[in-house]
């Protein structure tokens, strides 16, 4: 649940292709906004006209965030996204609800209808370097720089935090969220609460290993088939551990698969192969 690195990459490419060069009409907050701006999550209340008459450069991918350039350098934020991003043809594809919309002059749209909750900031380049989230995003596992040897200095600088802690650190490595970490850690067999300083040397080098084999494959898959892209259209990537695996049997051994709250979210894992 959420958009994360493979969600994310497709979204963005997708927004080159459609709205970069497009100039906006009008930001459009739908009522249930106002819980966004509560959060401190929105702040398109207060500075929406700083982005009204400007147009997209373009839309980059940075972890789990896309960054929206304009051309008089603002910047809109959009992270974290638990929801939907729709792109619109025109006012008859519109949803009913939405938390925000952004209408461009050739009459076409962008949605984003939230389920939980996700960031939609406007910044200016020195507000974005101090953003406590934005501002400080690493490495993702699809990067060429996401080495054997940086993901070591990771555990180094890590020890104390356990495995799911240390997956989800965006300034270390950028992009995973919940729905791939629970996968990585079935698939290299550890307990989303071992101490990143326990893992044994094989264990270190299969879980570097994990990390890039999900994330690539997810990225070629489009995103999880629980997730929709700009078009409304599902990924492919089936995820192995989610809600229905909850009471089902693990596929390498029948131990019953459960379902854990650790670190604010839900993790699923067999008890007898991710034992910590
Ligand atoms: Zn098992």
């Not at 900031?121 to 596992?141: C, F, R, T, W």
């Not at 492919?236 to 709250?261: A, L, P, Q, W």
Request: hydrophobic fraction near 35%.
């Amino acid at each position: 649940m959420g958009l994360e690195l493979p969600e994310i990459l497709n979204i963005s490419k997708q927004l080159n292709s459609t709205v970069k060069g497009k100039t906006i009409n009008d930001v459009a907050l739908g009522s249930r906004c106002a819980s966004l701006v509560k959060l401190g999550m929105c702040n398109l209340d207060k500075r929406k006209d700083e982005i009204i008459n400007g147009t997209i450069n373009s839309a980059q991918a940075k972890g789990k965030w896309i960054f929206l350039e304009f051309n008089n350098d603002r910047l809109l934020l959009l992270g974290e996204l638990i929801g939907k991003l729709l792109y619109h043809r025109n006012d008859s594809e519109l949803p009913k609800n939405y938390h925000v919309l952004f209408e461009f002059d050739d009459n076409t749209s962008l949605s984003f209808q939230s389920s939980l909750y996700g960031f939609l900031e406007i910044v200016d380049p020195e507000q974005l370097k101090m953003h406590k989230y934005a501002g400080n995003i690493g490495i993702s596992p699809h990067d060429k720089n996401f080495t054997w040897l940086y993901f070591k200095d990771v555990l180094s600088r890590n020890g104390n935090q356990p495995v799911k802690a240390l997956l989800g650190l965006q300034s270390d490595i950028s992009g995973l969220g919940n729905v791939y970490i629970n996968d990585i850690l079935y698939e290299v067999k550890l307990h989303p609460k071992k101490k990143a300083a326990e893992l044994k040397k094989s264990e270190q080098n299969k879980l570097y290993k994990t990390i890039v084999e999900i994330s690539m494959s997810a990225i070629e898959l489009k995103g999880s088939t629980q997730e929709v892209d700009l078009f409304g259209k599902p990924g492919k990537y089936i995820r192995i551990m989610d809600k229905e695996s909850t009471n089902k049997e693990c596929k390498r051994c029948g131990t019953r698969i459960i379902k854990m709250n650790i670190l604010g979210s839900s993790s699923y894992f067999c008890p007898n192969c991710q034992k910590i």
